[in-house]
């Protein structure tokens, strides 16, 4: 059972849509953090959320945090073909905080 | 810049061999991870570190193995590589706290045959 479920999987869509990718658990954290890997990279850090409701944006992604610190949304307006890649969210491992628990990610494929 | 670099993109190597993979951060950071990453498993923790020599376990430590004799350096060794040892090895590095920043390098994909 994952603790992160991120939702969809795979997601295919076409220049210029707009879209949201959802990480949802049923557990409380303490934080959030967003990561986006490209195709043959390693991932890179987007966003951290740490309040409730929290809303955070960078350019054309906006991040939301839950109120609840459960969940988190990501929303992308007007995708390009460079936003391209692999989306994961992460948590800090309750048990110990030097390591981070993942979820599987949303595979995004942005077409021309 | 941050920087974190593993000593090789691509590696081929027979079942029975042993492979080092090796990962340096000039960040000075505390704390390195090894992580493998398969397709619908997502990313695993093999090993962490988070000091010169000291290391602890991760979800998958079986057949692995890890050196730190530096602080900048952290390496990853296939005792006895194995096909289902095939994946992409992915190093990282942060700095102790809360909500700190994972600093990826940029993998090793490893075949085993």
């Known amino acids: 059972t994952q603790l992160l479920e991120q939702s969809p999987q795979f997601l295919s869509i076409q220049e210029g849509e707009n879209l949201t990718v959802y990480c949802n658990s049923s557990s409380v954290f303490s934080s959030l953090q967003w990561y986006r890997q490209e195709p043959g990279e390693g991932p890179v850090l987007l966003v951290t959320v740490v309040t409730g409701g929290e809303v955070k944006k960078l350019k054309r992604l906006t991040f939301q945090f839950g109120d609840a610190r459960k969940d988190s949304s990501l929303h992308i307006t007007a995708a390009q073909p460079g936003d391209t890649g692999l989306y994961l969210c992460?948590?800090?491992?309750?048990?110990?905080?030097?390591?981070?628990?993942w979820g599987l990610g949303t595979s995004l494929a942005v077409n021309p | 810049d941050v920087k974190v670099t593993q000593s090789s993109r691509y590696l081929v190597k027979r079942t029975g061999e042993k492979v080092f993979l090796e990962c340096v951060q000039d960040?000075?950071?505390?704390?390195m991870f090894w992580y493998r990453q398969d397709p619908g498993l997502g990313l695993r923790l093999i090993y962490f570190s988070y000091d010169v020599k000291m290391k602890e376990k991760g979800d998958i430590p079986e057949g692995y193995s890890v050196s730190r004799e530096k602080k900048e350096r952290f390496s990853l060794i296939l005792e006895s590589a194995s096909t289902n040892q095939t994946s992409m090895y992915l190093c990282?590095?942060?700095?102790?706290?809360?909500?700190?920043?994972?600093?990826f390098g940029p993998g090793t994909r490893l075949l085993v045959l």
């Open positions: 960040m000075d950071h505390e704390n």
């Open positions: 990282a590095s942060t700095v102790s706290g809360m909500r700190k920043t994972q600093y």
């Open positions: 992460a948590v800090p491992n309750a048990g110990n905080n030097r390591k981070l628990i």
